[in-house]
């Protein structure tokens, strides 16, 4: 999912902010931030580990069937709301069902707004491991790596490694953090 800088009809700009329309954003969202966002002790929260390498919980499978069952069935959809416990969430469905879009900022805080009602200045570009380059140099000892054109640059300062395995790694980490610098 994207994020974007925006300017809004209020004059404020919000920076880094994810763009929600429908529910099939907000489940796109959620699946995002699952194991970043902060719910409180009310709200669903059971951690489950799939494949050993992804974690996921019972508000993403509730997201996700209320997604899939936004199908002109607003009315089964608003009586599947009243089983989500978080007031956060079912007034975040609410306003999306409403036709409103979420704006929402990297700490989880929003507002409701109307589309037509803010500009998109700025689309905040996610890096992924395909962005990723390794390269040595013609008869060279070491070799480096950069994510897009971005130098990597692991938490010790070194720019180069003894193997390419060690550059992907360091490329993999450094990926991780260039993009967190955007998450919460």
């Not at 975040?92 to 879009?101: E, T, W």
């Not at 008869?139 to 692991?154: A, E, M, S, T």
Request: hydrophobic share 35%; charged share 30%.
């Amino acid at each position: 999912m994207n994020r974007y800088n925006i300017k809004h009809k209020n004059g404020l700009l919000y920076e880094n902010v994810f763009i929600v329309k429908d529910l099939s954003d907000y489940n796109e969202y959620f699946q995002i931030l699952n194991s970043k966002f902060d719910v409180s002790k009310n709200e669903i929260k059971n951690p489950k580990v799939i494949n050993n390498t992804h974690e996921h919980s019972d508000l993403t499978d509730a997201i996700k069937f209320l997604a899939s069952m936004h199908q002109n069935k607003d009315e089964m959809l608003k009586f599947e709301l009243v089983k989500l416990e978080s007031t956060v969430i079912t007034n975040q469905i609410k306003y999306i069902l409403d036709g409103n879009v979420l704006i929402i900022n990297k700490n989880g805080g929003y507002f409701p707004s109307k589309e037509n009602e803010f500009e998109i200045i700025e689309e905040i570009k996610e890096y992924k491991k395909s962005d990723i380059k390794i390269s040595k140099w013609i008869g060279g000892k070491h070799f480096y790596c950069k994510i897009d054109n971005i130098d990597v640059v692991d938490d010790k300062g070194n720019v180069k490694w003894n193997s390419e395995e060690d550059a992907e790694i360091a490329g993999e980490k450094f990926l991780e953090k260039l993009n967190l610098k955007k998450l919460p």
